[in-house]
Structures are given as C-alpha cells and as structure tokens.
C-alpha cells in the first residue's frame, strides 16, 4: 500500500500556469503615480505572515528594506536543497509606484528602486538569482493579473486593477501554498497629481 501511495503522489501532475489574455481592455490605464493608502507597516507584517504561513519561511528571511519605503525579499543562495516555496522573492512592494503602461506591458517602479517589467500575453521563466518560476501576465475582464509558480508548487498572483472612477489603485496579492492554503493581502493606492 505505501509503495502505491509513494507511485501516485510520484506521477501527480506539475501544475503549469494557463496563458493569459494579452490584449488591453479598451479604456483601461493604469498609469500614474500612486501612494499606498493602507498603513506600510502593517501591510509589511501581513505580508510577512502570508509568505509565513503559505510556505514556512522563518521570519528573519522573509523581507529585508534596502529603502525607507521599499521590501525586497531576501534570497536563499541554496534554492535546491529548500523544501519549501520560494515565489515570495518575486514579490515587491513599495508606499509609493509609479507605473507606466503601454500597448504591450507595464512597468511599476517600486519606491523608484526596483522596476518591474510585465509583458501582457507573457508566458516566461522569470529570474530572481539562481531561482526561477514560471509567469505569465495578462486581463481577466478589466483586472491585470500577473501570476508566478515556483518549483516547489507556490503560486504568487498579483491582481491590478482601478476603482472609485480611477482614483485608486487596487493591488490584491494573494499566496498560495503547494497544499492549497491561500492568504490574501489588498494594498490600496491613492492617485497623486
């Protein structure tokens, strides 16, 4: 009986992200200079907790600041022998973005440190160091959705999308572990100028 139980969870199936929509909902621009509304550091420790409780990280691994209004994940130099998920290190976040989108992606500068690169219609291996995971970008109705799966079976999924006539920017960040706990984090930017 173990040896069948060892054979079936064995030939599980890995799951590949599905392609999404490239093609810009007529009308929809998220660009602008955007200011987190919700408190920073308490959006940090949600975040913390979230990466915390769908893949296991220890605290001290999880989030470092290089600036004052930026995270950046720590990076693990030894991925192949870590068990657990390693998505969160494709995870940004800033008080401040400032994003520009064109006919074909869009480009948030996180607190004017990091920039990330989002290709609509993208099906690509992204990089962080030696650590890499499939994504994709692209529309669901007028939201952008940006996922990202590691290795280990942790999905990353990013949801953009405007509300209250385009004043504000909603960003909801949910992780899923590889056994399907999920935990969910909405960060709420307030449109400058």
Known sequence: MLLLLL????????EILQSLDGTVPAGVNLSGNWVMRNDVEENDRQLRN???HTDGVKE???LRRPGPDTTRPNRRKNDKKFKGGLVYVFLESAAA????QTKDGLFISFGRAIVEEYLFGEDRIASVGEVHAQR?????GNVLV???????GMKLTERFQLIDDGQVLERT???RSKKGEQESVVQLFDRMG
């Open 50 to 52: 979230a990466i915390r």
């Open 173 to 175: 960040i949910i992780l």
């Open 97 to 100: 973005l400032k994003v520009t």
């Open 60 to 62: 001290e691994d999880i």
């Open 146 to 152: 940006v996922e990202t799966l590691d290795r280990n």
């Open 7 to 14: 054979l079936v969870a064995g030939c599980a199936a890995t």
């Open 136 to 140: 994709v970008t692209g529309w669901e």
